[in-house]
Nanobody
Framework: QEHVVESGGGLVQPGGSLRLSCTVSGSTSDYYAIGWFRQAPGKEREGVSCLSTTDTMTYYADSVKGRFTISRDNSKDTVYLEMNNLKPEDTAVYYC????????????????????WGQGTQVTVSS
């Protein structure tokens, strides 16, 4: 059973937009937090954004603040990552992950705190 499935990646020009979707097994409320991570070729995986399902707080990496927005639709058990004003440096495989247990908010970007990961979706920003 796949716990997490991402979709919505693709090729977009600089300045363009994409919306990624993350559908989880069960309900989004079954998890403490749902996060988005990315990994570019030759680089380490980094946290992009996180949504806490208990208090609806959201967190963003400095590199995407003001451009990316994380949100959820409980009726669809889906979390979205709206990405605007995309830059070539946003090119990466984007992963969605869920955390069953709580953690300090400042640690949201640490991948080892997340239990289930999707297969990833490629985002390429290029002219």
């Amino acid at each position: 059973q796949e716990h997490v499935v991402e979709s919505g990646g693709g090729l977009v020009q600089p300045g363009g937009s994409l919306r990624l979707s993350c559908t989880v097994s069960g309900s989004t409320s079954d998890y403490y937090a749902i996060g988005w991570f990315r990994q570019a070729p030759g680089k380490e995986r980094e946290g992009v954004s996180c949504l806490s399902t208990t208090d609806t707080m959201t967190y963003y990496a400095d590199s995407v603040k003001g451009r990316f927005t994380i949100s959820r639709d409980n009726s669809k058990d889906t979390v979205y990552l709206e990405m605007n004003n995309l830059k070539p440096e946003d090119t990466a495989v984007y992963y969605c992950a869920t955390a069953r247990y709580n953690f300090y908010a400042t640690a949201w970007h640490k991948g080892h705190l997340y239990d289930f990961w999707g297969q990833g979706t490629q985002v390429t920003v290029s002219s």
